[in-house]
Nanobody
Framework: QVQLVESGGTLVQPGGSLRLSCAGS????????MGWYRQAPGKDRELVAR???????AYADSVKGRFTISRDNAKNTVYLQMNSLKAEDTAVYYC???????????????WGQGTQVTVSS
């Protein structure tokens, strides 16, 4: 079973930047497409960024041009660099597997605890 641990979330002012990290365990981590998801209060969890095992990336329109996903397979770690943050980016951010065929979710059964990002002045 893959275990995922997200970190890096905090309170940041609008226009600021943050870098989130997700550490995964298990040898299957590196061969899967991975994604960053977020869930805002009262809303469904949504996929915002995806990276294939080979490094190809895709983004939701709401974050395109502001967020960058990357991965280090040697460290079983996925990153999300978030720039030009807006109040509407406030959410709990999670990482998990994503579909390698299209931009969509394909999570493993278990989720990490997530990391809270709050964008507010």
């Amino acid at each position: 079973q893959v275990q995922l641990v997200e970190s890096g979330g905090t309170l940041v002012q609008p226009g600021g930047s943050l870098r989130l990290s997700c550490a995964g365990s298990g040898s299957i981590f590196s061969i899967n497409a991975m994604g960053w998801y977020r869930q805002a209060p009262g809303k469904d969890r949504e996929l915002v960024a995806r990276i294939s095992s080979g490094g190809s990336t895709a983004y939701a329109d709401s974050v395109k041009g502001r967020f960058t996903i990357s991965r280090d397979n040697a460290k079983n770690t996925v990153y999300l660099q978030m720039n030009s943050l807006k109040a509407e980016d406030t959410a709990v951010y999670y990482c998990n597997r994503a579909s390698s065929v299209y931009f969509g979710p394909a999570p493993w059964g278990s989720w990490g605890q997530g990391t809270q990002v709050t964008v507010s002045s």
